[in-house]
């Protein structure tokens, strides 16, 4: 499984969304749309059938054994026996209250073990294995929705019924289902009938409903539900992927996941006769052609939005293949940089032409329609990695239980951004105002309201040897507020504040530094200009989830202000140990003028009145 994540955390709070606001953007260096001549799908062989599409690994952590005496593992949690060994399940169990654990409990996806093993012919495990889902069918009769567990796996437990439903054919050796089983297609039907009632949408859970309901058709013969979930699908695809190849979930470890998803998609339509036309397929490639502008210089997606540490996978066929292996096989993407309308910038300083690919300098910056299904409240943030490690972290994905993790997790305060933790915070539109790129510098403006009464805007420069960035972060509100402009760091680093200037993160035993100076700009620098926090719990403050098991402290750099008016000009340089980093200030006219020196290589930046960047050395 490429993206695990993705799989085994789906739940309810994937359904609230934020209202969509459409963005603006100026038109920066946008990669075209895939055309159909550029893609070219490797066709499955029709056999009229609909293949059992597997059991996600949850079944992992299940072996047969453990599942003939009815307990239930996920996750970190302890194994739980969730029913008396004969197959009578307490379905309401929810010993750690945790919302993935319930819902993949009614999955059914644990019970994988017993249908291979009855697959195979072993009929203790046939037996027990129908006398639980058989115990789930009793149990949970139709309709199911006010369980939102039951509710949100009803997809996944179709595949498992049919699973099923091919094991009894396959272990028995029999060809017509026994009438003693005519329960179970009974329920296929109702789970059909469940997903036609309550189809999710244009989304990942609107997808999977499509494919599991069109199985139901395929193996059952009822051609209505076939096409029912073409049209479906057919009808989801062009908002789910938009034609640049940003997906609509607002996260971009379940773009990956959505590769995969319509790749699946294709296949069963295929091979159960349907025709998948060719826009699914185009859609696909842009994905893997924005997957792969997203695909940082350590060969991993960022975490942005709901997404756990991951590394892409190598789709044939598109520059995403080269991308996920580090350059080393596929074909180069043609840019370097890129602005998407749904709201995303990715850029880099190569593709490992002049240098090792992992020694590249790789960002990316967030924008666009206010937060829904799987993203955060991270518009402006920006992620870094330089040097051949992370610089800038988005501090990643808890998982889906409501607690204060959760909320941490999507909120401004978990961003590199500039927050107003005085003010109260809802999600925004933001925009991209201006953009202007060079060889050696890419320029970008946002704008937006993140609470009532205040204003913000980032200006932001990414330079190119030396390799840095610098942001500008200018807030105004009607009365007095705390502004604070974050800069998330990986696990690990150590921070020194040197001055009220300069912080310098290290790694113990690492060759390189992290530099965060603070340039005064527009307004004197307070006492407290520099704080640095790690592992706070009430408020929230410093963590890093690598994935949705693990939660580690990581330091936060905060540069602070309070007032109605805020400037802070941050500068964030990655550099080797032994290098030197240094700035000076100079004003021409109106313009101020910030000298930067990293190691032997210098360069100035201008910032003009209105707050526009550039490199003019």
Known sequence: MAFAGAIRVLMPGGRQEAPVVAAETPRAVVPSAASPSAVKATPVAGTGTYQCRGFSGIEANVPLAMMMRDTFAWGNDPAYKVGDASGDIRWRSDPYHEPSWYMWLHSLRWLGHGIIAARGGDRNALTHTMAIIQDWVKDNPYPWKGDVGAWESTMHRTNVLICARQAVLTGLHVRKLPAQYAWLDESLLDHAKFMTENWSGPSNHGTDESIALFGVGCTLGRSDLKDRAVERLTKAITTAIDPQGS????????????????????????????????????????????????????????????????????????????????????????????????????????????????????????????????????????????????????????????????????????????????????????????????????????????????????????????????????????????????????????VTVQSPTTAVAAKPGDGTKTYLLQIPYGQGLPADAITVEQGKQDPVQGWYFPDIFHRVPAPVVKFNRSGSTASILSVVVPAAGTEKVAFSTRTVGSMLLVDLTVGARQTTVRVTPNGRLSRIR
């Open 247 to 494: 997906t609509n979930e607002q996260s971009i470890g379940y773009a990956m996941f959505n590769y995969q998803l319509w790749g699946k998609a294709v296949t069963a339509l295929q091979r159960c006769g349907a025709d998948p036309g060719s826009v699914i397929e185009q859609r696909r490639h842009a994905l893997a052609e924005f997957l792969a502008l997203a695909t940082t210089a350590a060969g991993e997606i960022p975490q942005v939005g709901d997404a756990e540490r991951q590394k892409p996978q190598a789709a044939a066929g598109t520059s995403l293949k080269y991308a996920a292996t580090l350059g080393a096989r596929g074909t180069k993407p043609p840019k370097r940089t890129a602005v998407f309308d749904a709201g995303y910038v990715f850029g880099r300083t190569g593709w490992g032409e002049t240098r090792p690919f992992t020694q590249e300098s790789t960002y990316s910056i967030r924008f666009g329609p206010a937060r829904r299904y799987h993203g955060h409240d991270d518009h402006m943030s920006i992620t870094y990695n330089s040097h051949g490690r992370d610089i800038l972290i988005d501090p990643g994905h808890p998982g889906y239980r409501l607690d204060k993790w959760q909320e941490w997790t999507r909120s401004q305060a978990s961003h590199n951004v500039m927050t107003i933790p005085s003010a109260q915070g809802a999600p925004v539109e933001t925009k991209l105002v201006s953009a202007a790129m060079t060889p050696t510098s890419e320029y970008y403006e946002f704008r937006d309201t993140p609470a009532a009464g205040v204003e913000r805007t980032r200006d932001v420069l990414v330079l190119k040897d030396p390799d840095l960035i610098v942001a500008l972060d200018r807030g105004k509100s009607a009365g007095s507020e705390r502004y604070e402009t974050l800069w998330h760091l990986p696990p690990g680093q150590k």
